[in-house]
């Protein structure tokens, strides 16, 4: 079993998961898990080795950064079946390369749904003070305290 998916992994494309629709997507994280705090040395096979005992594996998956190339601290392990989540959750908080990992059941992004489509919050729609449209006020000091100089006659 174990060569039959090295053979389904050296032949799909780096980005086998993007064509995939929403439910085959979902139904990949549901065998899937987040493992967070990993060691920045860490390799895929490192942490195939830590999860072996809970089921069969169908690949890891080690998130870099796209500018600098060095790894984020987390990653994605994905297994044959559901009942290998479970068993991978009792590793929670256990030591990997001298650092304690945070395991979680891996989410499913769905369209339409972010963080950054929310209204703004707060008085001034996040300007930090009210829009003017382009009024000149006049030279204001920054200090309450300011009073002008008195004038001697």
């Known amino acids: ?31 899937s898990v987040y493992v967070g705090n990993v060691h920045y040395g860490a390799t895929a096979e490192e942490l195939e080795q830590h999860f072996y005992g809970c089921g069969s594996i169908n690949r890891v998956k080690i998130l870099c950064d796209k500018y600098s190339g060095h790894p984020k601290g987390f990653a994605y392990v994905e297994f044959e079946d559901k009942d290998s989540i479970q068993t991978a959750m009792a590793l929670d908080e256990s030591l990997f390369r ?3 990992i945070k395991i979680m059941p891996k989410r499913t992004n769905r369209p339409g749904i972010s963080t950054t489509d929310r209204p703004p919050r707060g008085r001034y729609r996040g300007r930090g003070r009210p829009y003017t449209r382009g009024v000149y006020f006049g030279y204001r ?7 002008p100089p008195r004038c001697r006659t």
Do not use: I
């Open 98 to 100: 001298g650092r304690q």
């Open 1 to 31: 079993m174990q060569s039959e998916t090295e053979k389904q992994r050296s032949t799909s494309p780096p980005g086998a998961l993007l064509g995939l629709s929403l439910e085959e997507k979902m139904e990949v994280d549901g065998r």
């Open 141 to 147: 000091p920054t200090r309450r305290s300011y009073r």
